[in-house]
């Protein structure tokens, strides 16, 4: 009898804390990008930072009418602390499903062709790219984002925002805030800008692209 009171006690509970925005899962080990990104550095960052702001989401919605909304919806039509959060929340989902420790680094395809057509070859895309990101005043990310007749963008939003509230699709986004970098490369973001891309997972960012 005491074991049922607890169980029903149990899911009474579960119910009444259930929150709606989880913590993505890895789709690798928290050790397996190294060294690009160590294990350290993606522990506080998927653990402690991103989990903190899917908290603060949760909390933020409650009771208000962002409650039932999707989490693009909401970063679109939201301001001041509950944007922030859902911003962030919406950055690091598409963060970190976009690295792969055995990624297939150049993309092929219809996006290598727009690349190509954009910034005439995809080292001069990536060293554009790194441009942005290192001239990010502050903390911030670097998205190449496209719009919906297929055109490229290198976007480069301040804190979290996203590509979205410009009506631009999110392709593959680096996170230049410090809590990204700093524990592997200090001062250094450029370096780790250059390091990333052999981590970026083509396949995911192409997907994205259709
Ligand atoms: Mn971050």
């Avoid at 294990?39 to 989990?51: A, C, D, N, P």
Wanted: with cysteine; hydrophobic share 40%.
């Amino acid at each position: 009898m005491k074991s049922i009171i607890l169980s029903v006690m149990l899911i009474i509970g579960c119910a009444a804390y259930a929150q709606k925005f989880t913590l993505i899962e890895l789709p690798y080990a928290t050790d397996a990008l190294e060294p690009v990104i160590s294990k350290q550095t993606m522990e506080l960052h998927h653990g402690k930072h991103l989990q903190g702001y899917v908290n603060n989401l949760n909390n933020l919605i409650k009771g208000t009418k962002y409650e039932n909304m999707e989490l693009i919806d909401i970063v679109k039509q939201s301001d001041g602390a509950l944007f922030n959060n859902a911003g962030q929340t919406l950055n690091h989902n598409l963060y970190f499903t976009q690295f792969s420790p055995s990624a297939k680094t150049t993309p092929d395809g219809k996006l290598a062709k727009a690349i190509k057509d954009q910034w005439g070859s995809f080292e001069n895309f990536k060293t554009e790219f790194n441009k942005a990101g290192t001239s990010v005043f502050g903390s911030g990310w670097v998205w190449l984002a496209s719009d919906n007749n297929g055109n490229l963008f290198i976007i480069q939003e301040p804190n979290g925002d996203n590509p979205v509230t410009s009506n631009l699709n999110p392709l593959m986004g680096i996170d230049v805030w410090e809590h990204a970098y700093y524990l592997d490369y200090q001062n250094k973001r450029a370096d780790h800008l250059k390091a990333v891309w052999d981590i970026i997972d083509w396949n995911t960012v192409s997907e994205r692209y259709k």
